[in-house]
């Protein structure tokens, strides 16, 4: 109860906050705002004063006529801003980072998401009782893919690191136990386009990675069956993030794999596939989304991993295309919240047969 008295105290201080924004503009009954050369979604919805993550969805369904690749904004045009929802948690979330003495109520401190990002508010309990194993794809020794971006170099694994810690925080967001297998001390969510690339990633929980590639994978596929073994019975799964992929010359943006014999792996990656889907069908109405999964045994990882699996190829950090979209931080966002719906619809329709 304590959090819904917070809440009205400062609904006062959130509808000052509109009236003098000075940009807003009646429409209808929602507010709009003209979009300024640098904002994008997440950042629009916070100065608005909106938790951006939660209306980040039905900001995109508002104005999808006024987006590219359904993320992007123009500058100079106008957008219409949701309707604050002030009986819901995130916007408790939103205050929550006004005061530290209501963020011990409401969020749990995970240092490995970084200072601004370490909170990590309760949004359900829809994943109670799962089991989650992330990998992000390389790490220390091994930077994975590279590429030139404006003449600074990027390297694919700080990419999925990124997006596998924001996974981490949806998953953990709804009840999850959530092992990050690859780590790294001092590089927490990051809010920028060229994430610096350093080495100094380690294996859970604090293994120095081979620069050998079978005995880097063999560290985290060990590190894996290990935990998997102690925490049998219960319903677990892995999900490992890359940013490279194989295909070529298609306007392909992920790829969803799993083991060819495994029905509980094939359903993970079926549910994210079908969330990505179903978004991509929302969002824009005149693309077809074509991404698919596929057989993928001869991966190491796949082959050799206890826990049923997905595998994602987040498009491929050397494609001019996709590359504006994974140094978007706002995007990077929107992909792990959609990974993070797929896995809540896995989970939520049970396991297939006995628990591996
Ligand atoms: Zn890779």
């Given amino acids: 109860m304590g959090v819904l008295k917070i809440k009205n105290t400062f609904k006062g201080i959130f509808i000052l906050t509109i009236f003098f ?30 938790h951006p993550y939660d209306y980040f969805d039905e900001f995109v369904a508002l104005n999808i006529e ?21 009986d819901t948690v995130p916007v408790v979330a939103e205050i929550q980072k006004q005061t530290t003495e209501i963020k011990k109520v409401v969020g749990k401190e995970y240092e490995i998401f970084g200072k601004k990002h370490s909170a990590v508010v309760s949004q359900s309990e829809r994943l ?13 020794p091994d930077p994975g ?72 994978l063999k560290q985290r596929v060990d590190i894996i069956n290990q935990l998997h073994s102690k925490n049998r019975g219960k319903f677990q799964r892995l999900l490992v993030t890359h940013v490279d992929s194989r295909s070529v010359g298609q306007n392909i943006d992920v790829f969803f794999y799993h083991h060819k014999n495994s029905k ?20 824009q109405p005149n693309r077809t989304y074509t991404g698919t999964f596929g057989d993928r045994t001869g991966l190491y990882m796949v082959r050799r ?23 978007d931080p706002d995007n990077r966002q929107a992909l792990a919240k959609w990974i993070s719906e797929g896995v809540i619809l896995d989970f939520e329709s049970g396991e297939i047969g006995r628990i591996r």
Avoid: C, W
Avoid at 133 to 140: E, F, S, T
Avoid at 264 to 283: C, D, P, R, V
Avoid at 305 to 315: N, V
């Fill in 21 to 50: 924004g000075g940009q807003i503009l009646a429409q209808d009954s929602l507010a709009t705002v003209k979009a300024e050369t640098g904002d994008g979604i997440l950042l629009l919805l916070r100065k608005q004063g909106l």
């Fill in 66 to 86: 006024n987006l590219r690749d359904s993320v992007h904004l123009y500058a100079g045009r106008t957008y219409k801003i949701p309707n604050a929802k002030l």
């Fill in 128 to 140: 109670k009782g799962a089991v989650y194993y992330l990998v992000a794809g390389h790490g220390g």
């Fill in 145 to 216: 893919a590279m590429a030139v971006y404006g003449g600074k170099s990027i390297a694919e694994d700080e990419y999925a690191y990124d997006i596998t810690l924001r996974l981490a925080k949806e998953l953990l967001s709804h009840g999850a136990t959530v092992y990050i297998i690859i780590r790294d001390p001092n590089d927490g969510i990051r809010d920028e386009r060229i994430l610096k690339i350093d080495h100094d990633e380690v294996a859970y929980l604090d293994k120095v990675i081979p620069l050998n590639q079978v005995a880097r």
């Fill in 264 to 283: 509980n792996g094939k359903k993970l990656a079926e549910s994210i596939h079908k969330t990505f889907h179903k978004k991509y069908k929302k969002y």
């Fill in 305 to 327: 991993t206890d826990p049923a699996m997905a595998y994602i190829e987040i498009g491929n950090i050397r494609n001019k295309k996709d590359q504006r979209r994974i140094l």
